[in-house]
């Protein structure tokens, strides 16, 4: 079974600043890792994912994340914020076996940026 | 291409009636999911469908729901009867092998539940 959990249901930066985004996971096989992004009234978005190639991945929008084993980790982090950041993020994680489609999302975080 | 489409946009009912909420997925894509979002319990899946069959039905919270996939551009997810705690935006999405395990979303469907 896979899990993700994500720290911090409400994260505020100010416009220009470093965004941080926390998600750990919990999976019984090697893990596919995915941060999607939903705007108000809208469906999710792909933002990046992780399938077991470069541990360091890059996104759409600046984003990107750091797949690290040893610590479950899959953390989202951008630079430096722009207004137009701010949106609920949610972490997601599938089992890398074949067959198993099974998508598992996180609680969210909404970021907000702080002109 | 239009994306995934779910219908209707919003949907206010009374406890009691029978709901029913649409989705065609992209044309090619032949996995379709069903998921719910609440503020209490975030997005959880619902059922998913490979091929128009059903493959995983465990996250159907009870006998009210019942989703069907007919054909590959086309699904249905009703609530008979309906109760206010249904209250949710119910989204659909698609995906097919090869495309990086991405799900496309629909625009979701806001059910409430009087």
């Known amino acids: 079974a896979q899990s993700v959990t994500q720290l911090g249901s409400h994260v505020s930066v100010s416009e220009g600043a470093l965004v941080l985004l926390r998600c750990n996971y919990s999976s019984s096989v090697p893990p596919y890792l995915f941060w999607y992004v939903q705007y108000p009234n809208q469906g999710l978005q792909l933002l990046l994912k992780y399938t077991s190639a470069a541990t360091l991945v890059k996104g759409i929008n600046g984003f990107e994340a750091e797949f690290k084993k040893s610590e479950t980790s899959f953390h989202l982090t951008k630079p430096s914020a722009h207004m137009s950041d701010a949106a609920e993020y949610f972490c997601a994680v599938r089992g890398s076996n074949f067959g198993n489609e099974k998508l598992t999302f996180g609680t969210g975080t909404r970021l907000t940026i702080i002109p | 291409d239009a994306g995934v489409i779910q219908s209707p946009r919003h949907e206010v009912t009374e406890m009691g009636q029978e709901v029913t909420l649409r989705c065609k997925p992209i044309s090619g894509h032949d996995y379709l999911f069903w998921y719910r979002q609440t503020m209490m319990r975030g997005l959880e899946l619902l059922i998913y469908?490979?091929?128009?069959?059903?493959?995983?039905d465990s996250g159907m919270p009870e006998d009210r729901f019942s989703a069907k996939m007919p054909n590959a551009s086309f699904s249905t997810l009703k609530i008979q009867p309906s109760e206010p705690r249904d209250s949710a935006v119910y989204f659909c999405a698609s995906s097919f092998p090869g495309s990086n395990e991405k799900l496309f979303f629909g625009s979701g469907t806001q059910l409430s539940v009087l």
């Open positions: 469908f490979n091929n128009n069959v059903p493959i995983d």
